[in-house]
């Protein structure tokens, strides 16, 4: 059957709440006379009735009672559902564009102090390997992997990207150190880069290991989290998993490492800055970088 009018369902969910025509119509704004002719064609609609009228009181019957509850309920959902969707509408809304490897490793175990930094701001973070255009993508900021040279754009220097070996302390059995030729008899972990094993293994004159050997993942989350189960040695982007480091559940055993040209850069259009909010976005990534250990 066709829902009753929302008109006559809000008079009845007043009033059976009240108990009171009156009191009902009060809070609709409306007369007395328009609330009790809404319940009227209610329950004619429905075929049943849902109060008893009695001199100065109005009792529920036992089908009002049921129907009662059930409207109650989704008055509330529909009355919270507003509330959030005009809250959020308040909002001012940033989107920050980076890797799923950057955002996950990087990005999120710090958003409790993003969301302190920026209170009343809603930072969405859209994490993809695409490519994204700022403008038309609504992205306020992206944090790009590349050289810094971006048209049209403004790029800044945020974190270094030295490659490193790491692995789970478990898998050395205590030892602290290896040598490069030591890896020839450990499995490397590849992310989707696979050529950087081998490009490393080249810098660091390591003729003896096979650099194509190994597991290869779809990312660097799946290398790192592989090298921290034991499963065998990553070479992932130093910013990374620095975290980890500090905390021991990595650990970083051929002292040798090779710089990288490449970085990641904080990228956004020249106007950006203009918005308070991306403006603070920016000094709290700049901030959270020097932190942990970019190169000025």
Same mark, same amino acid.
């Given at each position: 059957?066709?829902?009753?009018?929302?008109?006559?369902?809000?008079?009845?969910?007043?009033?059976?709440?009240?108990?009171?025509?009156?009191?009902?119509?009060?809070?609709?704004?409306?007369?007395?006379?328009?609330?009790?002719?809404?319940?009227?064609?209610?329950?004619?609609?429905?075929?049943?009735?849902?109060?008893?009228?009695?001199?100065?009181?109005?009792?529920?019957?036992?089908?009002?009672?049921?129907?009662?509850?059930?409207?109650?309920?989704?008055?509330?959902?529909?009355?919270?559902?507003?509330?959030?969707?005009?809250?959020?509408?308040?909002?001012?809304?940033?989107?920050?564009?980076?890797?799923?490897?950057?955002?996950?490793?990087?990005?999120?175990? /710090? $958003?409790?102090?993003? !969301?302190? #930094?920026?209170?009343?701001?809603?930072?969405?973070?859209? *994490?993809?390997?695409?490519? =994204? @255009?700022?403008?038309?993508?609504?992205?306020?900021?992206?944090?790009?992997?590349?050289?810094?040279?971006?048209?049209?754009?403004?790029?800044?220097?945020?974190?270094?990207?030295?490659?490193?070996?790491?692995?789970?302390?478990?898998?050395?059995?205590?030892?602290?150190?290896?040598?490069?030729?030591?890896?020839?008899?450990? /499995? $490397?972990?590849?992310? !989707?880069? #696979?050529?950087?094993?081998?490009?490393?293994?080249?810098? *660091?004159?390591?003729?003896? =290991? @096979?650099?194509?050997?190994?597991?290869?993942?779809?990312?660097?989350?799946?290398?790192?989290?592989?090298?921290?189960?034991?499963?065998?040695?990553?070479?992932?982007?130093?910013?990374?998993?620095?975290?980890?480091?500090?905390?021991?559940?990595?650990?970083?055993?051929?002292?040798?490492?090779?710089?990288?040209?490449?970085?990641?850069?904080?990228?956004?259009?020249?106007?950006?800055?203009?918005?308070?909010?991306?403006?603070?976005?920016?000094?709290?990534?700049?901030?959270?970088?020097?932190?942990?250990?970019?190169?000025?």
């Amino acid at each position: 059957m066709n829902l009753p009018p929302l008109v006559a369902l809000r008079a009845f969910e007043a009033t059976a709440r009240h108990l009171s025509v009156t009191l009902a119509a009060g809070e609709l704004n409306v007369t007395p006379g328009a609330v009790s002719l809404q319940i009227k064609e209610l329950e004619a609609a429905l075929g049943l009735p849902l109060f008893v009228r009695r001199p100065r009181r109005l009792i529920l019957t036992e089908p009002g009672e049921q129907y009662f509850a059930s409207l109650r309920t989704a008055f509330r959902l529909m009355r919270e559902a507003t509330a959030e969707l005009v809250g959020r509408a308040r909002l001012e809304v940033l989107v920050i564009s980076c890797t799923p490897s950057f955002a996950m490793q990087w990005l999120v175990p /710090r $958003l409790g102090g993003l !969301e302190a #930094r920026l209170p009343g701001v809603d930072v969405r973070i859209s *994490a993809s390997n695409r490519k =994204v @255009d700022l403008a038309r993508d609504g992205v306020d900021m992206a944090v790009r992997h590349g050289f810094g040279r971006y048209d049209g754009l403004v790029g800044e220097r945020l974190l270094d990207d030295d490659l490193t070996p790491v692995c789970s302390p478990q898998l050395l059995g205590g030892a602290r150190r290896l040598g490069v030729d030591d890896l020839a008899g450990l /499995r $490397l972990l590849h992310d !989707e880069h #696979r050529q950087d094993w081998q490009l490393w293994l080249e810098a *660091a004159g390591a003729s003896a =290991v @096979d650099g194509r050997q190994g597991t290869v993942f779809v990312d660097s989350n799946g290398a790192i989290e592989a090298a921290k189960a034991g499963l065998g040695v990553a070479l992932v982007r130093l910013s990374l998993v620095r975290r980890e480091l500090a905390e021991g559940v990595l650990l970083a055993p051929i002292a040798q490492g090779v710089a990288s040209d490449l970085a990641y850069y904080l990228v956004y259009p020249p106007a950006a800055l203009e918005r308070p909010p991306v403006a603070a976005l920016r000094e709290w990534l700049l901030s959270e970088a020097g932190r942990s250990g970019a190169r000025e």
